[in-house]
C-alpha cells in the first residue's frame, strides 16, 4: 500500500481487573480498536486496509459504498475520504434523509456525496445487475459491500488476529460475519472463538461466515451466539446500557450498546454462568462505532 493511504494505528491492549473475574480465575484483556484512529476506528478500518490498497491497485479513484443513516461504515468511509483525499459516495437507505442527524452531518463535512435511494432500491445492493449499473454511473468509483465485508476485509482482519498475544478464547461482536470470519482465519485451531450476534434471527450468518473463510468451514473451533441480540439490530434493553455505562465508570471501558457493548454484556453473563473453564484467558475485541452514541442521544435513546 502506498504511504498516503496508510494511518498510524494505535494499538493497545487493555486488561479488566474485577472481583468476578478474581473469583471465577478467569483473565479478561481486551483489543482496543476503538483507539486505532481517531476517526476511522475499530473492525472499519481493518476491513477498508486492504480494500483501499486494492482500489489504488485498480487505478480507481472514487469510493462507493452503502449504509444506513446512523451507520458506522458511512462514518468510516467519509472519514478515510477526507484522510487521504478521495472521493467518496453512499448510497444511503431511504426512502427520506434527516441530514441533520450527526453521522450523516460529519459524512457531508468529510465531502462525502449522499445518494438517497427508497427501501426497494435499496434491497438490490448486493444484485450484480444494479452493481454494475452504478458501476458504469460512477465509472471511476470503487464500490465497498454494505459494512465493508469482502475477501479484502477479510485481510484486515486475520492480521489483527495474527497480532494478538496468546489467549483460549476470542469474542468479538458479530454483524454482517467479516470481522469473525477474519479472526477464524488469522487464529490457532487450539483458540476458540465466539461471535455474539447483534442481530435476531441471525444463524444466517453461519453459512455466511463458512463462505468467507475456508478455515470456518472446515473447523470447529468456532461459534455464534444468537440469543444476546438484546431485542434486535440497534435495540437494546436499559440493563445493556447500565452495564455499558457501568464498564465505563468503573474500568475506563467505553461502550456502545449496539455492537461492543452487547458483545461484553454477553461475555459478562456468560462467565458469571461459569461458561469458561477456570484459568481461561479471553481475548475480546472492542471494534469501535463509539461515534453511535451521538445518533443514539439525536434520538432521545439514551
Known sequence: MSKQLKIKENNYIQKIDSQLLKNKNISVSIQR????????????????????????????????????????????????????????HAIIRGPELDSNNPTLEFAKQCGMKLHVVNRIEYRRRNDDDYLKSLQARFPNAYI?????????????????????????????????????????????????????????????????????????????????????HDGGYGKFTPELWQFCQKMSDEHQLPLEPIYSGKMMYALWQLIEKDFFPTGSKIMAIHTGGMQGLNGLRYRDLI
Open 33 to 88: 480498536d476503538d483507539l486505532i484512529h481517531p476517526l476511522i476506528s475499530g473492525n472499519k478500518w481493518r476491513k477498508l486496509k486492504y480494500n483501499l490498497a486494492n482500489m489504488q491497485k485498480l487505478g480507481k479513484t472514487e469510493l462507493l459504498t452503502f449504509g444506513g443513516a446512523f451507520s458506522n461504515h458511512i462514518h468510516a468511509c467519509a472519514a478515510a475520504g477526507k484522510e487521504f483525499g478521495l472521493t467518496t
Open 144 to 228: 465497498l459491500p454494505e459494512g465493508g465485508t469482502n475477501s479484502f476485509a477479510l485481510l484486515g482482519c486475520t492480521e489483527l488476529a495474527k497480532s494478538l498475544p496468546k489467549h483460549d478464547y476470542l469474542i468479538c461482536p458479530t454483524g454482517s460475519g467479516g470481522t469473525l470470519a477474519g479472526l477464524i482465519e488469522g487464529s490457532e485451531e487450539t483458540t476458540q472463538i465466539i461471535g455474539v450476534a447483534v442481530l435476531k434471527q441471525a444463524d444466517y450468518l453461519k453459512k455466511e461466515v463458512g463462505k468467507l473463510s475456508n478455515k470456518a468451514d472446515k473447523q470447529n473451533n468456532w461459534q455464534l451466539l444468537t440469543d444476546f
